[in-house]
T-cell receptor
Framework: AQSVAQPEDQVNVAEGNPLTVKCTYS??????LFWYVQYPNRGLQFLLK??????LVKGSYGFEAEFNKSQTSFHLKKPSALVSDSALYFC?????????????FGTGTRLKVLA | DAGVIQSPRHEVTEMGQEVTLRCKPI?????LFWYRQTMMRGLELLIY????????DSGMPEDRFSAKMPNASFSTLKIQPSEPRDSAVYFC????????????FGPGTRLLVL
């Protein structure tokens, strides 16, 4: 079975500091991994994805994530946080070889960037 | 494109009533997904369609829930009869083709069942 864990319910970081939002996954075979962001009263917005290739993936708004197969992790990072980055972040996984497009989402991590 | 459109944005109803949620996917997208978001369970996939055909409905909680996609530009999620535990935000998302993994989410419908 596929699963995603986001171990932190909330992450606080000062504006200008680097941020990391953690995600680990469990899936048989090769994973497709995603990060989405949700602002209040809005739907989820796509940030970035790992499908294949370079383990470091760059996405929207200066975010990046590193796929680590040995640690089954896909942590989201940004070198310098902005107050406007404050939102709810979701990690998601899909098994690449499955015949279904069933995406499993983590429970979300609330990022709070303090001015 | 206007993106994924959902209606209504908010719905308040009483237990036992029928609720119908609507979704218009992005034009040209082949896949449509219905999700439910609650504090307790997070974001759960309920059902998804490919070319208007339901492919995986294993996430539909029970027979009170049903979903249809009569054409490529419209889908409904119906709850009959509704119960207070159905209170949640329901999202519709669409994606294009077999190789595009990115999903585009609508703004959601916030449902409150009293």
């Amino acid at each position: 079975a596929q699963s995603v864990a986001q171990p932190e319910d909330q992450v606080n970081v000062a504006e200008g500091n680097p941020l990391t939002v953690k995600c680990t996954y469990s899936v048989s075979g090769n994973p497709y991994l995603f990060w989405y962001v949700q602002y209040p009263n809005r739907g989820l917005q796509f940030l970035l994805k790992y499908i294949t290739g370079d383990n470091l993936v760059k996405g929207s708004y200066g975010f990046e994530a590193e796929f680590n197969k040995s640690q089954t992790s896909f942590h989201l990072k940004k070198p310098s946080a902005l107050v406007s980055d404050s939102a709810l972040y979701f990690c998601a996984v899909r098994r690449s070889t499955s015949g279904t497009y069933k995406y499993i989402f983590g429970t979300g991590t609330r990022l709070k960037v303090l001015a | 494109d206007a993106g994924v459109i959902q209606s209504p944005r908010h719905e308040v109803t009483e237990m036992g009533q029928e609720v119908t949620l609507r979704c218009k996917p992005i034009s040209g997208h082949d896949y449509l997904f219905w999700y439910r978001q609650t504090m307790m369970r997070g974001l759960e996939l309920l059902i998804y369609f490919n070319n208007n055909v339901p492919i995986d409905d294993s996430g539909m909680p029970e027979d009170r829930f049903s979903a249809k996609m009569p054409n490529a530009s419209f889908s409904t999620l119906k709850i009959q009869p509704s119960e207070p535990r159905d209170s949640a935000v329901y999202f519709c998302a669409s994606r294009e083709g077999e190789t595009q993994e990115t999903q585009y989410f609508g703004p959601g419908t916030r449902l409150l069942v009293l």
